[in-house]
């Protein structure tokens, strides 16, 4: 039977992206893509839907015949912070929804994304295992965390083949984040090809894990096709790039802009970093099912600049 996949959160930083993946693989009509907020830019079927909306998103379900959720809509880590009753309700609610309504319909597969948010300071800092201990600092992190049990909970309870990967910071030019503690890694480059100032929200050596998005959608894409005897891992799998700071992220861009300026004024996000990993151990994923990133610092700097700079040139 052919998949018929619905996107949830197909507005944001990784949606907008995986969407256009999922319709190249499973065909435009195949692929539903859906939002709370209604601007998009995608060709195919777009609806939309607020997941917090039981009814809502089973209608939606029903009318397309969807076999497949690729959950993304979150409020993240920093943005998070400022409502934390609300953003427990908001990301608990969507999962649970999402949950539910997939194992009603009998679906093929769901993806639900979790973070390198997870972990907190009782986690090693370096090379962080799989099953590093976990005791989340944010409301998001803790929703992720809880979210990883009861996606392995509906596995294992109800059989739902429940996927999940923790995402580094997404660094790619295609989209812009919103609301995370890793999003500096995208502005700096917007910055710095538009030659301005960029005013750094962490300090210089604050180190973290960091993904350029196309290997994140391969991630994804690899981690959904592979046969489900090879998922071994029902929370999430640990997931790695490669992990800079910004003064790195700076030293890599002064190649091409020499006289790039940054100014260090780190805030409330700060706090949230100093209690992320600095790296990211993804032997499990490498072993169960093959994965392996492909860009390192230089590549994504010099990938990001090449494709910014055409974005920001005026179309003749
Ligand atoms: N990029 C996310 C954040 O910063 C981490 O999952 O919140």
Redesign the pocket.
Known sequence: MKAKVLVIGANGQLGSVLVKELQHRHGLDNVVASDINKSHNFHGAFEVLDATDKTQLLEVVESYGITQIYHLAAI???KGEANPLTTWDLNMKMLFNVLEVARVQEMDKVFFPS???VFGEDAPWVNTPNKAYLNPATV?GMSKAAGEQWAQYYFLRYGLDVRSLR?P??IGYQSL?G?????YAVEIFHKAVLEEEFVCFLNEDTTLPMIFMDDAIRATMELMEAPKRDIKIRTAYNLAGSSFSPEDIVREIRKFYPDFMVKYEPDFRQDIAAKWPKSINDDEAALDWGWKPEYDLEIIVSTMIEKLKEQYVPQQ
């Open positions: 993240l880590s920093a973070s390198i948010a998001y995402y910071g997404v984040p609301g995370g503690t890793t999003d």
